[in-house]
T-cell receptor
Framework: QKEVEQDPGPLSVPEGAIVSLNCTYSNSAFQYFMWYRQYSRKGPELLMYTYSSGNKEDGRFTAQVDKSSKYISLFIRDSQPSDSATYLCAMSATGGGSNYKLTFGKGTLLTVNP | KAGVTQTPRYLIKTRGQQVTLSCSPISGHRSVSWYQQTPGQGLQFLFEYFSETQRNKGNFPGRFSGRQFSNSRSEMNVSTLELGDSALYLC????????????????FGPGTRLTVT
C-alpha cells in the first residue's frame, strides 16, 4: 500500500461548481498536511498548510483533515477557469531525523470549464 | 521577495553525459530540497541540504548527487545519464530544515526540464 493515495482524475467541472479533492494515507505519524497547486510547466505552489485534524479556510479554499479516517480534502467553492491545474497533496510527520521528508500524492488534474 | 529560481529551465542531453542543475533559494531560506517529477512516479524526493550539509536522501542511485554553498545556493549533478532520468527536476526552499521535523513550508521553483536522448 502506498503511503499517500490520490485519485489522478482527470476531473472536469463547470465554472462555479464546488470541487472536492481528496487524499488518503496510511502513516498514522503524519501530522502536517499541505495542498499544492501546479499549473502546466510550472513548479508546485503552496496553497494550504494544516496541522493535525480540523478545517482551515482561505478565501474560496477549505482544507479538511480527518486523522481518524486518514483522509484529507480540499474544497474549492465557486470554481474558476483559473483554478484549472494539478492539485497535489503532501504530508509529513513530526520528530525529524534522516528519514524525515514530505510525501506527495501523485496529483489530481482539474479542469474548470467556462 | 524573489522566489526560488532554477537554471537552466530546459536541457537536452545524450545518454552517458552528465548534467549540473542550479537552484537559488528564497532569501533567508537555508534549506534546499530536490525532487524528481515524472508522470508515472509523481514527485519523488532526492535529497535535502541545510547549512551546506546533506540532511536527508531519497532512494536514488549514487549517480545523483548535490551540494550546497555558503550562500544557500544548491547544485544537483547527475552523472552517466540514462533515458529514464528524463524528468522535471524541482527544487524547494524552506526557512527551516524539513528533516528537522515540525512545521516547515516548502516553496518550489519552476523546475528544470531535462530530456535525455
Amino acid at each position: 500500500q502506498k503511503e499517500v493515495e490520490q485519485d489522478p482524475g482527470p476531473l472536469s467541472v463547470p465554472e462555479g461548481a464546488i470541487v472536492s479533492l481528496n487524499c488518503t494515507y496510511s502513516n498514522s505519524a503524519f501530522q502536517y498536511f499541505m495542498w499544492y497547486r501546479q499549473y502546466s510547466r510550472k513548479g508546485p505552489e503552496l496553497l494550504m498548510y494544516t496541522y493535525s485534524s480540523g478545517n482551515k479556510e482561505d478565501g474560496r479554499f477549505t482544507a479538511q483533515v480527518d486523522k481518524s479516517s486518514k483522509y484529507i480534502s480540499l474544497f474549492i467553492r465557486d470554481s474558476q477557469p483559473s483554478d484549472s491545474a494539478t492539485y497535489l497533496c503532501a504530508m509529513s510527520a513530526t520528530g525529524g531525523g534522516s528519514n524525515y521528508k514530505l510525501t506527495f500524492g501523485k496529483g489530481t488534474l482539474l479542469t474548470v470549464n467556462p | 521577495k524573489a522566489g526560488v529560481t532554477q537554471t537552466p529551465r530546459y536541457l537536452i542531453k545524450t545518454r552517458g553525459q552528465q548534467v549540473t542543475l542550479s537552484c537559488s533559494p528564497i532569501s533567508g531560506h537555508r534549506s534546499v530540497s530536490w525532487y524528481q517529477q515524472t508522470p508515472g512516479q509523481g514527485l519523488q524526493f532526492l535529497f535535502e541540504y541545510f547549512s551546506e550539509t546533506q540532511r536527508n536522501k531519497g532512494n536514488f542511485p549514487g549517480r545523483f548527487s548535490g551540494r550546497q554553498f555558503s550562500n544557500s545556493r544548491s547544485e544537483m549533478n547527475v552523472s552517466t545519464l540514462e533515458l529514464g532520468d528524463s524528468a522535471l527536476y524541482l527544487c524547494a526552499s524552506s526557512r527551516l530544515a524539513v528533516s528537522g521535523g515540525g512545521k516547515s513550508e516548502q516553496y518550489f521553483g519552476p523546475g528544470t526540464r531535462l530530456t535525455v536522448t
